[in-house]
C-alpha cells in the first residue's frame, strides 16, 4: 500500500462524529421519489434521472430552492422516520459513530406538517439507531432566516412540548441579506432555556455576520465559517474562544464556495489553530457522505496524518457530547493513529 492510500484506508476506517448535516439534505432521489408517490404526491421531475440532472447549482439560493421542493414529500411521521433511519445506516458504513443533525421544522409547518409529526419520525429513528447501530446523537432545530424572527418565536412555541428531545438551535438557509443580528430576541430566549446554540456563518455571508454570531448571538459553534479567513481579527478571536467550525469540503464545491479542493481553506484553518471539522451537510444533493468527504480531502488537498488525526479529534471535542464520552472517543482514534 502506498501512503496516500494507507491514509484514505485509515481516513475511511476511524470513528467519526458528524456535526453538521441536514436531515432533509439526505434525501437521495430515489427515496423521494418512493415516498412522493406512496403520498400521491406529484413532483416537478419525471424521473430520478432528470431530477438529478438539475442538481447543478451556482450558489446556495440555486441548491435552497430545490431543497424545499424536495422536502415538500415528506407528511407524515414515517417519512420523517424513513428519511432519517436511512442516513443513519448510510452513515454506519462509513464508520460513524456519533451525529449531531439538523431539522428544519418551519419548512415542514408552512406546509401543515405538524412539530409533533416532524420530531417525532426523526427522534424515532435516532433512538432506533442508537440502540441497534450504537450510533449516539444530538438533535438540532435550525431557524430559517429568510424568515422573521416572529416565525422562530413561534416555532420555538412549539417546540417547548419537545425540549427534551432538542438538544439545540441553529440558524441556516439563505445567508446574505439575513445577518444573526435579525435573530438576536430569539436566539437569547433560547439560551435562557439552556440550549446550545450554532449558526451558519460565512459561508457566503462577509465576516461582519461571523461577529455577528460570536457577539450578538454568542454562539457555541459556527457552520461553516469559511469567509471568516478574510479577518485576522476574526481569526484570532474563533482561536481564542476554541470554536469549533462545521467544515463541509464538498458543499462548499458544490455551492461554487470554492472552485477546487485544492483551494478549500480547511487546511489554512488548521494552520491557524482553529478546530475545523469535516462534514456533509447536504450529502444527497452534494456528492457524498462523511467518507466521500474525507477521501475529496485525501485525494484533492494533500492533508497530511496528523491533519486528519485533528480533523478527526476536532468533531469529538466539538460536539454536544458528555466529556466521559469524548474521552473515550479520543482515546480510540489515538490508539488508531499511533
Ligand atoms: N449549506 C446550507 N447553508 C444554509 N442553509 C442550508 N440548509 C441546508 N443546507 C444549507
Ligand atoms: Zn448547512
Redesign the pocket.
Known amino acids: 500500500m502506498t501512503s496516500s492510500e494507507a491514509l484514505l484506508d485509515l481516513a475511511m476506517k476511524m470513528p467519526k462524529a458528524e456535526l453538521h448535516l441536514?436531515i432533509?439534505?439526505t434525501f437521495e432521489p430515489e427515496q423521494m421519489f418512493a415516498i412522493a408517490q406512496r403520498n400521491q404526491v406529484v413532483l416537478k421531475y419525471n424521473s430520478v434521472e432528470e431530477l438529478k440532472e438539475a442538481y447543478q447549482f451556482e450558489n446556495?439560493q440555486d441548491?435552497?430552492d430545490l431543497?424545499y421542493q424536495g422536502m415538500s414529500v415528506l407528511l407524515k411521521e414515517q417519512d420523517f422516520y424513513d428519511l432519517t433511519m436511512a442516513y443513519l445506516k448510510r452513515v454506519h458504513e462509513d464508520n460513524v459513530v456519533h451525529v449531531e443533525i439538523?431539522f428544519?421544522p418551519q419548512g415542514h409547518l408552512s406546509r401543515g406538517v405538524s412539530f409533533e409529526t416532524q420530531i417525532k419520525g426523526i427522534y424515532g429513528a435516532l433512538k432506533d439507531a442508537e440502540r441497534d447501530l450504537g450510533i449516539t446523537f444530538k438533535l438540532i432545530m435550525?431557524f430559517l432566516r429568510h424568515l422573521d424572527e416572529a416565525s422562530a418565536f413561534e416555532t420555538l412555541e412549539l417546540a417547548k412540548p419537545f425540549l427534551e428531545w432538542i438538544d439545540g438551535v441553529g440558524l441556516?438557509?439563505?445567508?446574505v441579506g439575513h445577518p444573526p443580528v435579525k435573530f438576536e430576541n430569539v436566539f437569547r430566549e433560547c439560551k435562557a432555556l439552556g440550549l446550545p446554540v450554532t449558526a451558519?456563518a460565512g459561508?457566503e455571508g462577509p465576516p461582519e455576520y461571523v461577529w455577528q454570531a460570536l457577539d450578538v448571538i454568542g454562539v457555541d459553534r459556527i457552520?461553516?465559517g469559511n469567509r471568516a479567513l478574510e479577518d485576522e481579527d476574526l481569526i484570532a478571536t474563533i482561536k481564542h474562544k476554541g470554536l469549533t467550525l462545521t467544515v463541509?469540503p464538498l458543499?462548499n464545491l458544490k455551492?461554487c464556495v470554492v472552485d477546487t479542493l485544492e483551494d478549500h481553506p480547511i487546511r489554512t484553518m488548521l494552520r491557524y489553530g482553529l478546530n475545523a471539522t469535516v462534514n456533509s451537510?447536504?450529502p444527497a444533493y452534494f456528492g457524498g457522505y462523511m467518507n466521500d468527504n474525507f477521501a475529496a480531502l485525501v485525494k484533492d488537498t494533500g492533508i497530511s496524518k496528523d491533519e486528519l488525526y485533528a480533523l478527526a479529534c476536532n468533531a469529538f471535542e466539538g460536539s454536544w457530547l458528555d466529556s466521559k464520552s469524548k474521552q473515550q472517543h479520543l482515546m480510540t482514534l489515538k490508539s488508531l493513529f499511533a
Open positions: 441536514h432533509e439534505g446556495l441548491f435552497l431543497y439538523f428544519d435550525s441556516d438557509s439563505s445567508e451558519h459561508e457552520d461553516h463541509c458543499s455551492l451537510d447536504d
